[in-house]
């Protein structure tokens, strides 16, 4: 069996978001079960390339011929589709990806179609008018709808004429996927002073960050917000810290590598995602955080999955979207309850080992490629 991934991009390029991410894990764990899994996607300069990881499947890389509304346009992307789609049994595109979408459609592969529906398109609500037929086409085409959470296509108007063919698959992790600097991890440990709180990923509309860092001007405990990641929102939410006065509780550590990463992860007693809109639709970072006994706060978007895989009083707690008075109160309750802290940080781990490994992921994964492929 031979499966090509189609998307947006690839890492290890910058600005790529939790969809890109899964596509790695894919990449990654079906190679290493010995079923061929290749790339296609968009390189971030007008240049093409193929890389091949340790041997593994290939990754073509299309020269970009320009970038809107976060989207990645590569015109000679549908020309590679049409030159490589018989190669493999299955096309599994991760979508939103307007780019993708089109491809397909000019292409018309004969290949099985597994549409990845990692979220709707809410805001570019132009942009949508532009792709949504193309959209129709796709998911009529299709032969399986993913969603990475039951809850995400419960009440989801886009693919309710289509729940026949609709299935969910978590995505898990491989904590030897992780990797931790460990020098960095001793050196944050050294300070015990306060309580290390962390935020991670982009600063974009629909994560809700500046709700958070009102919310640090309300808790009641001793603890410093460290904020992972960078974008467009960064220098409006620098300026509300100064606002608030409250620069020696929020820090701004820039987009860190990995390891970088997972040394603040372990490090910290909480992990918060205040996403406010369900463009937000399940939070791999909150995954991330449970592989490391980290409890979370994080929201009950209507319509999202990421108090699905936050469960409150489980992994962590969830508080409403848009409310900086509950984070801050959950905050507290967390930090100042040693006794709860110990159950959720104990069922934050408990959580994962059961739903969200890279083992259980792809051993689903393979599965629905049988069902559809009959191998």
Wanted: glycine letters at 6%; a positive charge.
């Amino acid at each position: 069996m031979k499966i090509l991934q189609l998307g947006k991009a690839f890492p290890p390029i910058k600005g790529l978001g939790g969809v890109e991410k899964v596509m790695e894990y894919f990449y990654y764990g079906l190679n290493e079960l010995g079923i061929r899994c290749d790339v296609l996607g968009a390189n971030d300069n007008f240049s093409s390339k193929i890389d091949n990881y340790s041997g593994k499947g290939l990754v073509f890389r299309e020269p970009l011929l320009f970038k809107a509304k976060s989207t990645f346009f590569s015109f000679s992307l549908i020309l590679k589709l049409w030159k490589i789609q018989n190669d493999y049994d299955v096309i599994h595109v991760h979508l939103p990806d307007p780019m993708s979408l089109i491809a397909l459609f000019i292409t018309r592969p004969k290949s099985k179609i597994v549409i990845h529906w990692h979220s709707n398109i809410l805001r570019q609500k132009y942009l949508y008018l532009l792709v949504r037929y193309f959209e129709k086409w796709l998911l009529k085409r299709s032969d399986i709808i993913l969603c990475t959470t039951p809850k995400y296509y419960a009440n989801n108007s886009t693919l309710k004429p289509f729940e026949n063919k609709i299935s969910y698959i978590v995505i898990g992790l491989n904590t030897k996927d992780m990797p931790i600097n460990n020098d960095l991890y001793e050196e944050i440990n050294q300070d015990t002073s306060t309580n290390k709180i962390i935020y991670v990923g982009r600063f974009v509309y629909y994560k809700g960050i500046e709700y958070l860092i009102n919310a640090m001007s309300l808790v009641k405990s001793n603890c410093v917000l460290y904020l992972i990641g960078s974008g467009i929102l960064e220098n409006k939410l620098r300026d509300l810290v100064k606002e608030l006065g409250i620069s020696n509780k929020v820090v701004f550590l820039g987009q860190l590598e990995d390891k970088d990463k997972f040394a603040y992860t372990k490090s910290s007693k909480i992990l918060l995602l205040p996403s406010i809109y369900k463009t937000e639709a399940y939070g791999i970072v909150q995954v991330e955080a449970m592989a490391f006994g980290v409890p979370l706060i994080s929201t009950k978007i209507e319509g999202s999955g990421v108090d699905w895989v936050n469960k409150d009083g489980v992994s962590g707690l969830t508080v409403l979207p848009e409310n900086a008075i509950q984070i801050a109160e959950a905050i507290d309750k967390l930090l100042l309850d040693r006794d709860l802290y110990n159950v959720l940080s104990k069922g934050a781990e408990t959580r994962f080992n059961s739903l969200f490994t890279a083992e259980i992921m792809i051993n689903e994964l393979v599965l629905k490629y049988k069902r559809i492929t009959n191998n």
